[in-house]
């Protein structure tokens, strides 16, 4: 005899496609007896099961395999909607003293539950232990090491909301000591947007090695990315490089929240916004604009997702980039990964311990003198 979860799966459809022979099947089962019959009759308990349990309750050819029965049909109606098969349940039910076997239905459908917990536990444990691959293995796709660029001091930091997330941040060590420096935001969360999230930074990656004019490879970006993900996902993404010896920070905004530079004044502190580009990456084919902003010494560049900008406390309020911004601008002096330290704290310290709804993404750069 066939093992029980074998025999469930061939009656669930020879039920629909050859009845008699599933009930001919069903026959040599009843006939054998024992605990695989048990085992198999305590399988059939899904809502979509009802065929199968109107085969059962159909099946009975005397009084003695009605009774063989009983602690499983009586299990059954506590669970069974379909009108039919509460019909040949009551049917294969009538003229029996079910007294001494409501006890043994009962024992039965404690079983199944247990059962079926426990399955439900080893599978969500299953599930726990793949997400913290996918958490391990998307760690490794931020940046492992900071790349040396003279004259900068920089850093970035990803805080997912949930294990795994869709922000992304990327720093290339690129030809002629260029850094490129790239941020950007898949929409949704969860594996869907990680898996975006890693097929938008091996595109960027291929792109940068090979491509010089930002336009063109923003362009070619959202061509790959527009081919490799459905039609509901897109992500925003920012990206520059900063060539070192002259200080000059190219870039493209892809629909991202605009960077700001900071520069010190004797007044206080300009801020610059860095927007220009074009729509996001992903949704349809599209030309992007570059541009060129010279940095100086003792500039300061802030990334952010919208995860940091829209931190919201319990009252459903949000920080804001405002916010954001002005307390940068009283970070002067500290280093980039101070700097970083004390924005993503304030975004907390607003939040006042409501629960992080989006993943949080920052990176600082400073100019050196």
């Given at each position: 005899?066939?093992?029980?979860?074998?025999?469930?799966?061939?009656?669930?459809?020879?039920?629909?496609?050859d009845?008699?022979?599933?009930?001919?099947l069903?026959?040599?089962?009843?006939?054998?007896?024992?605990?695989?019959?048990?085992?198999f009759?305590?399988c059939?308990?899904?809502?979509?099961?009802?065929?199968?349990?109107?085969?059962?309750?159909?099946?009975?050819?005397?009084?003695?395999d009605?009774?063989?029965?009983v602690?499983?049909l009586?299990?059954?109606?506590?669970?069974?909607t379909d009108?039919?098969?509460?019909?040949?349940?009551?049917?294969?039910?009538d003229?029996?003293?079910?007294?001494?076997?409501?006890?043994?239905a009962?024992?039965?459908e404690?079983?199944?539950?247990?059962t079926?917990?426990?399955?439900?536990?080893?599978?969500?444990?299953?599930?726990?232990?793949?997400?913290?691959?996918?958490q391990?293995?998307?760690?490794?796709?931020?940046?492992?090491?900071?790349?040396?660029?003279?004259?900068?001091?920089?850093?970035g930091?990803?805080?997912?909301?949930?294990?795994?997330?869709?922000d992304?941040?990327?720093?290339?060590?690129?030809p002629?000591?260029?850094?490129?420096?790239?941020?950007?935001?898949?929409?949704?969360?969860?594996?869907?947007?990680?898996?975006l999230?890693?097929?938008?930074?091996?595109?960027?990656?291929a792109?940068a090695?090979?491509?010089?004019?930002?336009?063109?490879?923003?362009?070619?970006?959202?061509?790959?990315?527009?081919?490799?993900?459905?039609?509901?996902r897109?992500?925003?993404?920012?990206?520059?490089?900063y060539?070192?010896?002259?200080?000059l920070?190219?870039?493209?905004?892809?629909?991202?929240?605009?960077p700001?530079?900071?520069?010190?004044?004797?007044?206080g502190?300009?801020?610059?916004?860095?927007?220009?580009?074009?729509?996001?990456i992903?949704l349809?084919?599209q030309?992007?604009?570059?541009e060129?902003?010279?940095?100086?010494?003792?500039?300061?560049?802030?990334?952010?997702?919208?995860?940091?900008?829209?931190?919201?406390?319990?009252?459903g309020?949000?920080?804001?980039?405002?916010?954001?911004?002005?307390?940068?601008?009283?970070?002067?002096?500290?280093?980039?990964?101070?700097?970083?330290?004390?924005?993503?704290?304030?975004?907390?310290?607003?939040?006042?311990g409501?629960?992080?709804?989006?993943?949080?993404t920052?990176?600082?750069?400073?100019?050196?003198?």
């Amino acid at each position: 005899m066939k093992p029980p979860e074998i025999l469930y799966e061939e009656l669930r459809h020879l039920v629909v496609e050859d009845p008699r022979e599933a009930r001919r099947l069903f026959h040599q089962l009843l006939d054998s007896g024992g605990p695989i019959l048990d085992h198999f009759l305590g399988c059939i308990s899904a809502p979509a099961d009802g065929r199968l349990r109107q085969l059962v309750a159909n099946a009975p050819r005397n009084q003695r395999d009605r009774e063989r029965l009983v602690p499983h049909l009586i299990a059954w109606q506590e669970i069974e909607t379909d009108e039919f098969t509460q019909r040949a349940i009551a049917r294969a039910l009538d003229g029996l003293d079910t007294r001494s076997t409501a006890e043994t239905a009962l024992a039965l459908e404690v079983a199944r539950l247990t059962t079926a917990i426990g399955r439900e536990m080893a599978q969500r444990e299953r599930l726990n232990r793949e997400l913290e691959i996918a958490q391990e293995v998307q760690a490794r796709l931020f940046p492992q090491h900071l790349p040396a660029v003279a004259g900068l001091d920089y850093c970035g930091h990803c805080r997912p909301a949930r294990e795994v997330g869709g922000d992304y941040y990327d720093f290339l060590d690129l030809p002629g000591g260029r850094l490129g420096i790239a941020i950007g935001d898949v929409s949704g969360k969860g594996i869907g947007a990680a898996l975006l999230m890693a097929s938008l930074e091996a595109s960027l990656r291929a792109q940068a090695s090979v491509r010089h004019e930002l336009a063109e490879l923003m362009m070619q970006v959202n061509n790959l990315v527009y081919e490799a993900s459905s039609e509901n996902r897109y992500a925003t993404l920012f990206y520059a490089e900063y060539d070192a010896r002259s200080r000059l920070l190219s870039y493209v905004n892809a629909g991202h929240d605009a960077p700001v530079v900071l520069r010190k004044t004797v007044t206080g502190c300009d801020v610059v916004r860095l927007e220009t580009g074009g729509p996001v990456i992903g949704l349809l084919r599209q030309s992007y604009q570059q541009e060129s902003f010279p940095l100086e010494a003792g500039d300061r560049v802030v990334l952010f997702t919208d995860g940091v900008s829209e931190s919201m406390n319990a009252r459903g309020e949000e920080w804001g980039e405002d916010k954001l911004i002005q307390f940068a601008e009283t970070c002067h002096g500290l280093s980039a990964f101070e700097e970083m330290t004390q924005i993503l704290a304030a975004a907390d310290a607003f939040a006042a311990g409501t629960s992080q709804h989006d993943d949080m993404t920052l990176v600082v750069l400073h100019v050196l003198s």
